[in-house]
């Protein structure tokens, strides 16, 4: 079982930046591929960006692509989203996600264990 814990939301004004930590407990991360979905309003989960199952290679949504940057601590075992020129369309709850399979990274449905959330709003 994988225990995990989102941090580091808030409310930024447009342009600004916010660091997201997804920090685990239960197993180390090391054996699972990490990743990070959204969640606005009336709307479905959406990928944001993970890590392919060997760990080596990273992976974003078209709408955050050079905006955006998953990374990871193994020896924290904590996973971290910096997320930089923030937009109004970014607000959403953000969760981090875990996997115990190699399946397709930017599906929810191929996730194990989900954190709590993390509310995160840009104003305009």
């Known amino acids: 079982q994988v225990q995990l814990v989102e941090s580091g939301g808030g409310l930024v004004q447009a342009g600004g930046s916010l660091r997201l930590s997804c920090t685990a407990s239960g197993r180390t991360f090391s054996s699972n591929a990490v990743g990070w979905f959204r969640q606005a309003p009336g709307k479905e989960r959406e990928f944001v960006a993970a890590?392919?199952?060997?760990?080596?290679?990273?992976y974003y949504a078209d709408s955050v692509k050079g905006r955006f940057t998953i990374s990871r601590d193994n020896a924290k075992n904590t996973v971290y989203l910096q997320m930089n020129s923030l937009k109004p369309e970014d607000t959403a709850v953000y969760y981090c996600?875990?996997?115990?399979?190699?399946?397709?990274?930017?599906?929810?449905?191929?996730?194990?264990?989900w954190g709590q959330g993390t509310q995160v709003t840009v104003s305009s």
């Open positions: 996600a875990a996997r115990s399979w190699n399946g397709y990274y930017g599906s929810a449905k191929n996730y194990d264990y």
């Open positions: 890590f392919g199952w060997s760990g080596a290679s990273t």
